[in-house]
């Protein structure tokens, strides 16, 4: 079975800040691991997503997360906040080779202040 | 079509009554999936069909709980003798094929009064 944990259910940061968002999984088979981003009212876009090549994975909108086994981690980062960031993030993970549906965290709601 | 679409946006109804949620998926993908996301929750998977296999129903709820799809095209996602406990935001997704990205749609926000 497979679980994700998002630490942290708001976080905040000042413009031009780094951004640190927590994501640790758990999974009994080698996982596919995603972040996904909500803004208001509308559906989830896909920011990048890891499938067992680079363990540092780079995404839309300066966004990167590097996957670490030993931690079971895969934390969301950019380097500069901007306030065009400011939404709701999802951790999701999936089993290679099984059932296709993802399991989502809880997500992380980002307040970019000026 | 340009993306995935769903339907109505937005649902109020009374608690016992039936609603029925539409999902036209991104053309020619052959995968989709239905999500439930509740106030402060994350999603939740329901169902999902790919191609002509027998759909994974493992994350339907209750009994009160069905979706159809007919082919690759439109999926209706049917409520029945809906709870106030149903009140969530329903997403839907497509992909070109298993294990490809997840496509979402804006989601149907249900009120059961």
């Known amino acids: 079975a497979q679980s994700v944990t998002q630490l942290g259910s708001h976080v905040s940061v000042s413009e031009g800040a780094l951004v640190l968002l927590r994501c640790n999984y758990s999974?009994?088979?080698?996982?596919?691991l995603f972040w996904y981003v909500q803004y208001p009212n509308q559906g989830l876009q896909l920011l990048l997503k890891?499938?067992?090549?680079?363990?540092l994975v780079k995404g839309i909108n300066g966004f990167e997360a590097e996957f670490k086994k030993s931690e079971t981690s895969f934390h969301l980062t950019k380097p500069s906040a901007h306030m065009s960031d400011a939404a709701e993030y999802f951790c999701?993970?999936?089993?290679?080779?099984?059932?296709?549906?993802?399991?989502f965290g809880k997500g992380t709601k980002l307040t970019v202040n000026p | 079509g340009a993306g995935v679409s769903q339907s109505p946006s937005n649902k109020v109804t009374e608690k016992g009554k039936d609603v029925e949620l539409r999902c036209d998926p991104i053309s020619g993908h052959t995968a989709l999936y239905w999500y439930r996301q509740r106030l402060g929750q994350g999603l939740e998977f329901l169902i999902y069909f790919q191609g002509n296999s027998a759909p994974d129903k493992s994350g339907l709820p209750s009994d009160r709980f069905s979706a159809e799809r007919t082919g690759e095209s439109v999926s209706t996602l049917t409520i029945q003798r809906t709870q106030q406990e149903d009140s969530a935001v329903y997403l839907c997704?497509?992909?070109?094929?298993?294990?490809?990205?997840?496509?979402f749609g804006p989601g149907t926000r249900l009120l059961v009064l």
């Open positions: 997704a497509s992909s070109s094929q298993l294990r490809e990205t997840q496509y």
């Open positions: 999974s009994s088979v080698p996982p596919y």
């Open positions: 890891y499938t067992s090549a680079a363990t």
């Open positions: 999701a993970v999936s089993p290679r080779g099984g059932s296709e549906k993802l399991v």
